[in-house]
């Protein structure tokens, strides 16, 4: 949820399939970066906004799907993750996506 902070009231809510952990701007607030991926945020998305309604985030650059089991690029599936190598946790940066697995190893993806 994007909230405004001096009303208090709920500006739009995403529905990105998990919960988040690791959330943070960039300097603009176009961008909200997240463990999974960057969600592009529409100032079009904000203002024009319906009460009530979610909508599934459109992501800038690499990450990973909600579920796990895909890498991704701007909101499409690139490359699938095998079970043993799907991550417990992750952190993105535009292209670069790196994943640490149950058994203690991290691998990391570059996607162009």
Avoid at 32 to 51: F, M, P, V, W
Avoid at 62 to 91: F, H, T
């Amino acid at each position: 949820k994007i909230w405004d902070a001096s009303s208090g009231m709920c500006l739009h809510t995403f529905d990105v399939g998990r919960s988040l952990w690791d959330l943070s701007f960039d300097p603009t607030s176009a961008m909200l970066s997240t463990e999974i991926g960057t969600i592009t945020i529409s100032s079009s998305q904000i203002i024009d906004r319906i009460d009530d309604v979610v909508s599934k985030p459109q992501y800038q650059g690499a990450g990973i799907s909600s579920d796990r089991n895909w890498v991704k690029c701007a909101s499409s599936n690139m490359l699938w993750i095998p079970s043993e190598y799907r991550p417990l946790c992750s952190a993105v940066s535009e292209t670069q996506v790196g994943i640490g697995v149950g058994s203690g190893r991290v691998w990391l993806c570059h996607v162009n």
